[in-house]
């Protein structure tokens, strides 16, 4: 299990960790707060899932890993966004560069991820199963959350 | 297993069963290919959901059950609607009423649907698991396909 | 003007032609029933403008051009077609061809459509203004009428 | 003509007024760029009123009045966001407040606007003809640009 690395998280009384959430199928919805297909397409499915199913099947947590327009992203404009998009789940701000201008978030970096909207989704047992850069339908997201919280666990 | 009653297969060689395809998750689409809803939202989720995942996770069939306008849905306009919307997978014809001026087909009257579109879906013991009147959002539906699939059969 | 050739008129107590609407803004939206083009695009299109412009601002037309699957888009279909996607406007039938064999009907070969939809626009006066193959975009065409219907005739 | 009050003009190499653009149709959308309807429903619409019509038929101007969350939406986010989401059309700041502790931008006050989206249509002769807080459909805006840019103007 590669922990997320998070600064701060949002929507929630206490952090969360994957660790914690072992057990459960976790998806997190990497996105940025100005990406359009983040807006559009992504944070609409995370809200879809996380009302349908969530947390009684699965849980579904945010990731805001800003790679760009750093200043025009921060906490108090995401605050303002999560509000007004009713944003209901948990949402992590993405740990930033510990390197001297660095400009990819920890947690994006660690995953090698090519951008947002990535979705990353864990299994019960914590191991990653899909991480996908990108739009995924609706019926395919769906048959994997399917097939995954239908597995046994020993 | 309640079988479907079927006067002719289109779309495939030989005639099918529900009973044939035991160990298969089977969706069944019931439509009318004169009913806006199914036009616009049942055929297209089933095109999809054939395209995404049949024939290896499940089976996808239509059944054209025509309990209004019967003159104006005869075999012949269903597989001119079928050329046209590119309907791959195989439909049957909802047999007629055995009864005098009977106007609902047989599998919808034993199945005491209450209209078009109505979703079946069968687990691979051939059990009924599902039947929806309506539309079912493709990320439930997914789900429950999911699900079905990755049940284990003694 | 180049008068429509229509064997019946459905959906109008009297028949109609394009001379006595002459003085109006005249949108001919010329289908087939199981074009889905059609279906998807053109007729809530048709309908929209019909609900939101007609009759004070301008005339809507259907025109029924079969010109493939004759068998399975005739009268009765095409009745049964209007009722269930609740078509308010006049619906005209293309006339069949009158050469032996002949499959395209009369008003789409004299004005040489290329197949359906096509939206068929005349001008106060009576002229054709637009003839559009394919789908047209709403703000474009709403831009088409707001332009057609200011124009002033002496 | 009410001009438009606005601090800094971006997307544009001279400041503009509504004095200057007299003889034109112009359409000014009102907006927040952390206005869900307007992310979803007026940007979109603005951009493609600006990429059909403009600069030849009419002119697209975007207003920046920012009502709420006002430390989140500074003109280094808006730069971010127009930049995210291809604005190409100018877009004024609306100018803050005089008042102390008021929070309505002072156009947004003149005009008594009821929020955002709010779209404003001047005619040629700068004559305000719309104001419509909320969406407005593609056909029945096109209409009335049609109709307006039809006007003559002695």
């Known amino acids: 299990m590669s922990e997320l690395l998070v600064s701060k998280w949002l929507n929630t009384r206490d952090d969360i960790s994957l660790e914690q ?3 459960n199928v976790v998806l997190v919805y990497v996105f940025q707060m100005l ?3 983040c807006i559009l397409h992504s944070i609409p499915q995370a809200s879809k899932v996380h009302q349908v199913f969530a947390p009684e099947k ?8 800003v790679f760009e327009h750093h200043d025009a992203m921060k906490e108090q404009s995401l605050r303002a966004f999560m509000h007004e998009f009713r944003i209901k789940f948990p949402v992590g ?3 930033a560069s510990i390197r001297t201008k660095g400009i990819i978030p920890q947690t994006m970096e660690k995953y090698a991820m090519q951008g947002t909207p990535t979705l990353l989704i864990y299994d019960k047992k914590g191991e990653l199963r899909l991480q996908k850069f990108g739009h995924i339908d609706d019926i395919e997201l769906g048959f994997i959350l399917g097939s995954l919280t ?3 666990v020993s």
Chains 1, 2, 3, 4 share one sequence.
């Open 58 to 65: 699965l849980q579904v947590l945010g990731l805001h890993s």
């Open 93 to 95: 701000i993405d740990k």
């Open 35 to 37: 990406c359009p297909a």
């Open 21 to 23: 959430l072992r057990g």
């Open 150 to 152: 239908s597995e046994i």
